[in-house]
């Protein structure tokens, strides 16, 4: 029998927010853990999860990821999770000072990036420190995205 590679589950993606990038700019990431049931791990590895609505909030002195939609899991029966609770992030007192003094300043949120499976196997939030964008700000980005990429392509035609 073929042994499994480390690779098999490091860095696997359960979940994008692939809009974050477009609607926000991001100052600055953390990696966060998660409270997570054994169930929400087995639907995380079905890749089902959608965290495109969801943030992150402090409260108490610690971190919750709400409106995360992690679907239930179908051989899962009266144990089964609830899809939208609030998901405690597992961070350093330090880190959870320095992201809710981030928020407190105006405009700025958490949002999550990504959740991303590590080497050992358990889920990790990426969590950005965000500002929303305004409609001329997404322009401008859009702009300089296209500008870039007709620049490469005249340098490749030139030689």
Known sequence: MAKKKDTDVAGKVAADNRKARHNYFIEDTVE???MLTGTEIKSLRGGHATIGESYAQSKDGEIFLINAYIPEYTEGNRFNH????????????????????????????????????NA????????GVAKGKKLHDKRDTEKARDWAREKGRLMRDKG
Do not use: D
């Open 120 to 127: 050992k196997g358990r889920a990790k939030v990426e969590i």
């Open 32 to 34: 966060a853990g998660v």
């Open 82 to 117: 609830e899809p939208r609770r609030p998901r405690k992030l597992l961070l350093h007192k330090k880190q959870i000072a320095k992201l809710s003094q981030a928020i407190e300043r105006e405009g700025m949120t958490l949002i999550p990036l990504k959740i991303v499976f």
